[in-house]
Every structure is written in C-alpha cells, then in structure tokens.
C-alpha cells in the first residue's frame, strides 16, 4: 500500500496500478509517504531452510526516489520517506525489490501555486503601487478628496490559481464590506482618517486563502474656505478645490489686497 502523511492513500492503491496522482493542498510543502509491505508475501524460516522459495520473496526492500526508505516504528507502515515539494508537480518512483526482482511505482504530487492577484489597477496613484503578485502588503498615501471622488480598486485574479470571488473590507476613515468578482471595482472615500483596506482570494481547492492589505494614510491639505480681493467683488464661483481664478478690475487700479480664510 502507499499512503500520504496527509492520510490520503494514493488514489485508491491497488497492487497492479503502478502509476498514481496524488493532490495536496497549497500550503503542503513536504509530505511523508508511507508504504506498506504485505509480511503474508515473505518467506518463512521454514520456507528458506527448505529452499521452496518461489512463491514468496526472501528478503524486501523499498527504495524512494533511488535513496532506501527509512522502517518504520509504526504498525501502519513498512518504510516511509520525507518528500519536500514545490509549486507544481513531483513524480516520485518508490521501488520493492527482492531477492530475485524488482517492482515499481510512480507517485506524482500535485501541489497548486497560492491564490494570488494577476493585476490591481487603481483609480489614482497607479505609480506608487508597484504591485507584485506575492507581495501581499501595500503603503499608499493620498491627499485628502473633498470632491468625493475617492480611490478605486480594480483587481484580477490569477484564474490558473484563484477563485473569482474577492471579500473586501475597509475600516478606519470608510467603513465596508462587499464581495465582488475579479475585474470588477470596489472604491473608499479618501477621508481625513487613513483607512486599511483587505482583500482576500481563495485557492481554487477551497483549501487556502491570501490575503492582501492596503494602508491607504491620507494627507489633508488646506483649503481656502474663502478668497476676497479687497474693494472688488468675491472671486467669482469660489471652490476650494479649484485653483485658478479670474478677477476683472478697473483700469485704473495699480494695487489690489486679496483677503483668504483657511478653513
């Protein structure tokens, strides 16, 4: 029998299939493999002191990957091997021998990458993101939006490893909870309290999840609540957020005094 330290046996072992897949979970980064041999197969003493040895073997042995197997202490299994594993897929050859022949077995694991983002795009700032698939914490700052325009993320899973359906949360300066599907947009306020956004993907196997941070630190900038030019009328359509303005004033004005509050 083989049987995997994560208490699978090997796709329904049967001792005349020699090949077999076995599928971990993404965080699975070594497993033990565990084979049994059937003692009913050995010889007896009385067997071997008799020479009537052909129709069981002598001696066994198991080989993982070409390196002997280590016995084991436990009742379960005969001989087990620790198998380290990448993202990806590991064939392992597990090879029982006797005295007169040799049997194999391929084990090929599977091991699928971590659910990552493809992509975030944002609304403003793209630049200061710098954004890495297996980076999963992000400093951004902004300047306080008093048009409501806000900051939006538009992020896309890597669809050979994630599920589509994103949970975001923010807290701090904008409060929210929503689900979405990858490519679509979830947007904050940029507020005057700094606000921490997180997002989390599941692997496609519903075994592990990742989970992105964004601390978004937004900056007020000041604003004007007014602006007067002294003996000439307000500036026209003053807006706080709007920085260029236009004043018509007598030909014969040389000097004007502009008066500002800051709000």
């Known amino acids: 029998n083989l049987v995997s330290s994560s208490d699978e046996t090997a796709s329904g072992f ?17 497993i033990q493999l565990l084979t049994f041999i059937d003692e009913s197969l050995s010889c007896t003493s009385e067997q071997i002191s008799s020479g009537e040895t052909d129709n ?7 080989t993982i990957d070409g390196s002997e197997a280590s016995a084991c202490s436990l009742l379960t299994c005969s001989y087990f091997s620790e198998i380290s594993l990448g993202i990806g897929s590991k064939t392992v050859r597990v090879t029982v021998y006797s005295a007169t022949s040799e049997t ?11 659910p990552t983002f493809s992509s975030v795009s944002l609304s403003k700032g793209q630049s200061q993101l710098n954004f890495s698939p297996k980076t999963f914490t992000y400093y951004l700052e902004y300047s306080y939006d008093n048009n409501g325009e806000g900051l939006s993320f538009t992020p896309k899973v890597n669809e050979a490893t994630t599920g589509s359906a994103i949970t975001f949360v923010s807290s701090g300066g904008y409060e929210s909870t929503a689900s979405f599907l990858s490519g679509s947009s979830q947007g904050i306020e940029l507020s005057t309290t700094d606000t921490t956004v997180v997002m989390t993907l599941t692997s496609l196997d519903e075994t592990v999840q990742s989970i992105y941070t964004f601390y978004v630190d937004v900056k007020e900038s000041p604003f004007l609540s007014s602006l007067d030019v002294i003996g000439e009328q307000m500036v026209p359509s003053f807006s706080a957020s709007s920085y260029a303005y ?3 004033v007598l030909a014969t004005v040389s000097s004007i005094t502009l008066s500002s509050v800051v709000s």
Do not use: H, K, L
């Not at 049967?14 to 070594?30: D, E, P």
């Not at 069981?56 to 198991?62: G, K, L």
């Open 246 to 248: 236009s004043v018509n």
């Open 14 to 30: 049967s001792t005349s299939v020699f090949s077999y897949n076995v599928y971990v979970n993404a965080s699975t980064s070594s």
């Open 56 to 62: 069981c073997f002598t001696t066994q042995a198991v």
């Open 104 to 114: 194999f077995y391929m084990v090929n694991f599977i091991r699928p990458d971590v």
